[in-house]
């Protein structure tokens, strides 16, 4: 059995991503079931509280996922057909799905290379008299330039799918746009399986949210969803949020071990004193070799993002973007790496990087 996990994986393989799951996680899902009460009820209720409470806002909407959270948010504005939202091209396709359930137009930034996050700078630029918000996510779990963005006068939704627990100085993000979203897929800083929510300051907002993500019971007919959470992955949320702090500190005890073995090989994340470490992201020269070669070892590292969104849509340009992609290399981070694995990763992330030269 592992420390701080009963989950059971082949000895010898460490996986890109892996949820931290325990004894309290299997217990607080028992209770639910043993309850009878499974659909959303108190236990989604006490963990959009406590949600809230934990980024300091007024309140928050469970959602079935990340990409439901990003919909419902688009929606509640009022977004659609004809209307542009800002995205930046260095990112999952979830982030355009989004804009595209609502049938919107999306148009691409660029990002800063250092941070891989989306360039307010670029953003400016694309401003057009349809802009009607910028969805900035907070990359691999450092904080994105929001005061920058939100000074260009366009509702800004955060995208905190990365960076639960991140915070800028004393500010956490999610409280620095005009609403948040965020992800519980399996393998985020925080799991319920599949969930998310949208968290806001403006109660008249999540009203608008919680009016679209159910559809029963409602006097006048429009377009709804069903985007609700389950009370067992309500109860997740809330054993996985208690967890939260001591996550982030092995998240981030890890990153400094890694910043220490392997700062003369290649170029380290850019420090923050607010980065979570979702993703532990260096650059190298052909990260794709590197990953074949991990992979015989059973280290399995990854490109942090599949495809560059401009790519997908047959757009040219995003010089930022472009580099930054071929040359990412994600390497295992996740706080129920034992002390064995983590030295693994380093020796054989070392061993690779000693043969290849530095970008
Ligand atoms: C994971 C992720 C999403 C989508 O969340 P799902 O729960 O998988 O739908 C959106 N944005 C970012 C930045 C993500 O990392």
């Avoid at 890694?258 to 020269?285: M, N, Q, S």
């Amino acid at each position: 059995m592992r420390s701080g996990s009963v989950l059971k994986f082949k000895r010898e393989e460490i996986p890109h991503s892996r949820p931290t799951l325990g004894q309290e996680e299997i217990q607080a899902v028992a209770d639910v079931i043993a309850s009878g009460q499974v659909a959303g009820g108190d236990e989604v209720a006490r963990f959009e509280n406590a949600m809230a409470q934990n980024c300091g806002l007024a309140g928050g909407v469970a959602t079935s996922s990340g990409t439901a959270a990003l919909h419902l948010s688009l929606a509640a504005f009022g977004i659609g057909p004809k209307d542009e939202v800002i995205i930046p091209s260095f990112v999952c396709t979830a982030v355009l799905n989004a804009v595209l359930l609502v049938r919107a137009k999306p148009v691409l930034a660029d990002i800063i290379l250092e941070t891989g996050n989306i360039d307010p700078d670029d953003v400016k630029q694309k401003l057009t008299k349809n802009t009607r918000a910028i969805i900035a996510p907070h990359l691999f779990g450092l904080p994105a330039d929001i005061d920058n963005l939100v000074s260009l006068g366009i509702p800004v939704i955060e995208d905190c799918a990365q960076a639960i627990g991140a915070h800028v100085g004393a500010r956490p993000v999610g409280g620095m746009g005009v609403t948040s979203v965020f992800s519980f897929y399996a393998t985020k800083m925080m799991c319920t399986g599949e969930g998310g929510m949208v968290l806001s300051d403006s109660r008249k907002f999540l009203e608008k949210v919680r009016d679209l993500h159910e559809y029963d019971n409602k006097e006048v007919f429009k377009l709804r969803y069903n985007y609700k959470m389950t009370d067992m992955a309500g109860a997740l949320g809330l054993a996985q949020l208690k967890k939260l702090d001591t996550f982030i500190a092995k998240r981030r005890a890890i990153a400094s071990r890694f910043d220490e073995a392997f700062k003369d090989l290649c170029k380290l994340p850019t420090p923050a004193d607010g980065h979570v470490y979702y993703r532990y992201v260096i650059r190298v020269k052909d990260p794709a070799r590197i990953i074949r070669r991990l992979r015989e070892k059973m280290v399995f590292c990854a490109r942090p993002v599949y495809n560059p969104l401009h790519c997908y849509l047959k757009q040219n340009g995003y010089a930022k973007t472009k580099r930054l992609w071929l040359e990412a290399l994600s390497i295992p981070i996740y706080p129920s790496l034992t002390p064995e694995e983590i030295n693994k990763i380093i020796d054989s992330v070392r061993a690779e990087l000693s043969k290849g030269p530095r970008p």
